[in-house]
Nanobody
Framework: QVQLVESGGGLVQAGGSLRLSCAAS????????MGWFRQGPGKEREFVAA????????NYADSVKGRFTISRDNAKNTLNLRMNTLKPEDTAVYYC????????????????WGQGTQVTVSS
């Protein structure tokens, strides 16, 4: 049974930083493209960042480029998202997702999802 468990969310002031983690189990972690998505209040779930199986290639939404960094540790089956210079518009539930495809932004290609972790950025 595949499980993706996010952690690290919380309340932070604008300009602050947070680090999200996703612990994966029940799958061959290194065989999956991993991504982060988010869903803000009243909004659709949107792509944030993704990383290739080896960790050598990353992809970011324009809205977070230069502020967020995605990384993975295949030895520990862990996905991370470092978020700097946070803005109120980054407020959302953040989801970790896994795809067997070499894909990035298309959420339809991700078969496995975590339960999400709330990030709230106050102004």
């Amino acid at each position: 049974q595949v499980q993706l468990v996010e952690s690290g969310g919380g309340l932070v002031q604008a300009g602050g930083s947070l680090r999200l983690s996703c612990a994966a189990s029940g799958l061959t972690f290194s065989g999956y493209t991993m991504g982060w998505f988010r869903q803000g209040p009243g909004k659709e779930r949107e792509f944030v960042a993704a990383v290739s199986r080896s960790g050598g290639t990353t992809n970011y939404a324009d809205s977070v480029k230069g502020r967020f960094t995605i990384s993975r540790d295949n030895a520990k089956n862990t996905l991370n998202l470092r978020m700097n210079t946070l803005k109120p518009e980054d407020t959302a539930v953040y989801y970790c997702a896994a795809s067997i495809r070499s894909t990035y932004a298309n959420r339809e290609n991700y078969a496995y999802w975590g339960q999400g972790t709330q990030v709230t950025v106050s102004s």
